[in-house]
């Protein structure tokens, strides 16, 4: 079944850094999400991007979506120690309910 | 709201014992998520409701693994018998609509299995 990749799968950086991660999938969507993961935590939803937009910001976070090339980029301004957390990307399979979420992105904030 | 809710957080048991987890969804919201994670295999759709109903199952790994939703507000996801593989974390996540899906998550329950 579709899934989300994200690319690269482990960063690690200086805080006040930028953090950009990339997605891919495989097929048509509705729309394209960004979720978090704190350690031993569930996952919280940062972002959603619909299929007819191409940018979206929130705070400190920035996406782009191109669905010519089925891909997504998370960036994460001026990181923090704080955002050190798995970031997952999900898709919605082309107007499913179901979320098909790729394997995470590691990243680590170094303070 | 509290959120999602999930109980218990921790539960260790050993092999071919009954385990059943709890979910309780954020109040309105029709659609709700049973899902697995682990290190090797990442984060998996096990099944999900809409209104109290299952719409696809078909990520239940085996006879073994059992869901209901007897109401809005609780449903439980039980392994008889278990064994050491279903180690891993379980989470409940709820949605309020088809359209605008974002998925609320509960904190998981840790499940470790002897």
């Known amino acids: 079944s579709q899934q989300g990749e994200e690319d690269p799968q482990a960063l690690s950086i200086q805080e006040g850094e930028n953090a950009t991660m990339n997605c891919s999938y495989k097929?048509?969507?509705?729309?394209l999400q960004w979720y978090r993961q704190n350690s031993g935590r569930g996952l919280v939803h940062l972002i959603l991007i619909r299929s007819n937009e191409r940018e979206k910001h929130s705070g400190r976070l920035r996406v782009t979506l191109d669905t010519s090339k089925k891909s997504s980029s998370l960036l994460i301004t001026a990181s923090r120690a704080a955002d050190t957390a798995s970031y997952f990307c999900a898709t919605d399979e082309g107007g499913n309910n179901r979320l098909a979420f790729g394997k995470g992105n590691q990243v680590v904030v170094i303070p | 709201d509290a959120g999602v809710i999930q109980s218990p957080r921790h539960e260790v048991t050993e092999m071919g014992q009954e385990v059943t987890l709890r979910c309780k969804p954020i109040s309105g919201h029709d659609y709700l998520f049973w899902y697995r994670q682990t290190m090797m295999r990442g984060l998996e759709l096990l099944i999900y409701f809409n209104n109290n109903v299952p719409i696809d199952d078909s990520g239940m790994p085996e006879d073994r693994f059992s869901a209901k939703m007897p109401n809005a507000s609780f449903s439980t996801l039980k392994i008889q018998p278990s064994e050491p593989r279903d180690s891993a974390v379980y989470f409940c996540?709820?949605?309020?609509?088809?359209?605008?899906?974002?998925?609320?998550f509960g904190p998981g329950t840790r499940l470790t299995v002897l």
């Open positions: 097929t048509s969507i509705n729309n």
């Open positions: 996540a709820s949605s309020l609509s088809r359209q605008y899906n974002e998925q609320f």
